[in-house]
């Protein structure tokens, strides 16, 4: 697995707006913010040096989170020096702007509903499978945890398109079983594509236009492999024939614990 381009650019403009928001909330307060500066240094080379595109995510979603957090609910105050310092209790000033967080009564009062544990599970599961069925050729090697949503993701996925100004095709003499219709005809098939490498060779049947169609077909199906490592049409039946048996596997287990009960009775 490899970090693509978008996510290391997603990754700094993450950087840039949590080092304008320091800057902007701790303005004044030089101490601070040199702390704060070396932990953001110290969690971007933690980061920078992570491989798994998902984690690599999450790092710059938390560096976000932080970002909106210091704008919005970090409010800064300044001492207001009194004249008379003996009788007067100490003032502060505190500096709001725009984009600091104000609740208001109706707020308070009415409250949003809290979602039961159900509605929140199946809708991380549903943002997980969308996220999953957009990401790039980089980020989709992570296979969703429910086979529901691998199946899901299956469907929604992007399916290569097969560019023949892409492609480089060539017909040579066939070989083994067959006879003269065989090895003295030009009916083998292959193709290159050279965008990515790959060269595939088809000699199914006699028919050279056959031929053509299944080495096609062999060809995205080789680029669905490369493109969706996890969702491809191969990947998923590997992921269906693994869930068959682990039902397998668990409707055994749960006969031979309902057999031992009756063996116990």
């Not at 902007?24 to 969690?43: C, I, N, Q």
């Not at 007067?88 to 979602?115: C, F, R, V, Y």
Request: with cysteine; proline share 3%.
């Amino acid at each position: 697995m490899f970090i693509s381009a978008e996510l290391r650019r997603s990754a700094r403009a993450a950087y840039r707006a949590l080092y304008r928001a320091s800057s902007f909330t701790f303005a004044g307060d030089e101490p601070v913010l040199k702390a704060f500066r070396s932990k953001m240094r110290e969690d971007a080379l933690a980061a920078k040096a992570e491989t798994d595109p998902i984690a690599y995510q999450q790092h710059t979603k938390h560096a976000r989170d932080i970002a909106t957090f210091l704008r919005r609910n970090i409010v800064r105050a300044t001492k207001v020096e009194a004249a008379d310092t003996d009788n007067s209790q100490a003032t502060w000033t505190l500096h709001l702007h725009d984009q600091t967080e104000l609740g208001d009564n109706e707020s308070i009062k009415n409250s949003p509903k809290m979602e039961s544990s159900r509605t929140s599970r199946r809708r991380e599961r549903d943002a997980s499978t969308s996220e999953l069925a957009a990401q790039p050729v980089s980020d989709s090697s992570a296979r969703p945890i429910y086979f529901s949503a691998l199946k899901k993701a299956h469907r929604n996925r992007t399916v290569p398109e097969l560019d023949e100004a892409d492609v480089e095709e060539v017909f040579v003499r066939g070989s083994g079983p067959g006879g003269q219709s065989v090895n003295k005809t030009e009916n083998n098939v292959q193709l290159l594509h050279k965008p990515t490498g790959i060269r595939v060779s088809c000699q199914e049947s006699r028919s050279l236009s056959l031929n053509r169609q299944l080495a096609r077909r062999l060809l995205l199906e080789k680029l669905d492999q490369l493109w969706n490592p996890s969702l491809s049409k191969e990947g998923f039946k590997r992921a269906r024939q693994r869930e068959r048996e682990r039902r397998r596997r668990k409707k055994a287990k749960k006969k031979a614990m309902t057999n031992r009960k009756i063996q116990r009775q």
